[in-house]
């Protein structure tokens, strides 16, 4: 469809903008019936789904100015294929629900459309259908589907005596996002974190698969992440400064607004790293970094004491 | 936890409603893993699942004023379960997407999801997952999932010399959206209509073994079903005006408002009834009732002519 450049989605019309955002999505070889009816129908190996679902709203979790659409595609998908990964699964299919102003441009639901999917393909899964609105402002709902083949690796199985460790990289987007509230673009190593990150996905079910004992996506922040894991396992978790290595443009922005950059690492999301439980050093997978230990007890400590600065989002 | 009367989201935060929210949802036997962790794991049977999943905006698809918070729970259900109906399956697992200002009310969405479980559980289908956020509007986005015992029915196998055949209410939710649209509050059986629909939940599975050709649920508008029917066979459809009784309630709306009541059933939506077409008049199981034929060509009239009252909804 050839389309003027400033065209909106009330231009096109909701039949018309399903259609061309159809057109972009391959089906994957699960797809027994896609886009395009009441529902889809998904084959399922192993006799079980594992299924997670986020919101992304704009003036929240994005802005139109700060991240291209196809930005915003890619974060939407990774932030749900992480979900999956988190449980040591693989990521097969996913939904989009889209609600949007009337005035939104065509090209910006493409483009999201676009980085969307080909963040969906990073891990082979695919968009196997959807749902198109009209709201105030752009919501974006995403239900992610997939499957394990060991068991799944949930908050709750840390236990005493386990290592806690890390894997991807973690503060670089809340460094970037830092920038950005700033009014600055750069270091755009940073910025671009932001805008794409690139979660561990190999790494999920690899952990499933050394026998991870607790595991969860760092999308809120560290040390939320860590209360999770422990709250769920009912331990107390220790994480140590000397653990992190903190990057240069980190270094370089903690000095640049005057802030502590290792408050990006252990306070930031966005990143998607994986954070596991593992039941000694020896099981910990390469690419891991063990970051602290497990404990008996309640909380989050960092080097055994209380930490005060922010550990985290919240979105009310 | 013992909440004063005017308590909002914000007062409890994001995680004070979340608890609040999951310990309304009873697990079904098909969860293995349920909600709190980074996804949920279900059980799958017959090697597929069925999935499926809608947006509702407020002010859009309903509104604060119009319906309770638990009839906007029953509704949000309702039109997800009957897209699984539609395709002859059964609903099995649902999750939750919430976009809420700081300031609604957490009775509100207390009364949301008591609703929303309560017409789950209407099909055994349980509530496995969510996510919580702020936006400006309430936006509900709901994923649904099931299976199906026989093929599931698409809505491409409609062919010349099928029946075309109708079941559930049809109209009121249309009437009763048109007298609330008025200001007035009755005929109450309408409004309670519109408020809480009821899809005729077993008759999809029965219409897939009595072997419907296709089938599609009606949300946006009979005629504008039956069209999406045509498309996606090849095929056209003629609905007879005759085979409709019009209900006493929509005569009495029609003759109030001066419209013909019969454009709330040709044109209405909401209301959840199953459109489907079968190889004859002998297949059509009990409870249906045939509403047109299907005939080689294309497009959809109504006694073989065109068609020019509202035939459905468009979002944009």
Chains 1, 2 share one sequence.
């Not at 991807?168 to 932001?194: D, K």
Request: overall charge negative; proline content about 5%; aromatic content about 6%.
């Amino acid at each position: 469809m050839a389309l003027p450049p400033d065209a909106t989605v009330s231009d096109v019309g909701e039949f018309g903008l399903i259609s061309e955002l159809t057109s972009l999505f391959e089906q994957g070889e699960q797809v027994l019936v896609g886009p395009g009816d009441d529902a889809a129908v998904l084959r399922v190996r192993n006799g079980h789904v594992v299924v997670s679902t986020d919101l992304m709203v704009e003036g929240r979790h994005f802005r139109r100015d700060w991240a291209t659409a196809e930005d915003v595609g890619h974060r939407a998908a990774a932030q749900n294929l992480s979900d999956i990964n988190a449980m040591g699964g693989r990521a097969t299919s996913l939904t989009i629900g889209l609600a949007a102003p009337a005035d939104l441009p065509v090209q910006w639901a493409l483009d999201f459309a676009r980085g969307f999917a080909a963040e969906c393909a990073e891990v082979g899964a695919t968009v196997v259908g959807g749902d198109l609105t009209r709201a105030d402002q752009v919501v974006i709902a995403v239900t992610v589907l997939g499957g394990c083949t060991v068991s799944p690796v949930l908050r709750s199985g840390a236990g005493a005596g386990d290592v806690l460790a890390l894997t991807g990289r973690q503060g670089w987007a809340a460094g970037g996002l830092a920038v950005l509230g700033r009014g600055f673009r750069s270091p755009r190593v940073l910025v671009e974190a932001y805008r794409r990150p690139e979660p561990p996905y190999a790494a999920g079910p690899v952990a499933a698969e050394a026998g991870a004992t607790s595991m969860i996506d760092v999308s809120d922040g560290l040390l939320a992440e860590a209360r999770h894991l422990a709250e769920a396992s009912g331990v107390a978790i220790d994480v140590r400064r000397d653990a992190f290595e903190v990057p240069e443009p980190l270094v370089a922005v903690g000095s640049a607004l005057g802030a502590d950059p290792l408050g990006f690492i252990l306070g930031g999301g966005d990143d998607h790293a994986l954070l596991a439980t593992f039941p000694d050093t020896t099981s910990v997978p390469e690419g891991w970094q063990v970051v602290g230990e497990v404990l008996e007890g309640s909380g989050v400590t960092v080097d055994g004491a209380g930490y005060d600065g922010p550990t985290g989002w919240t979105h009310f």
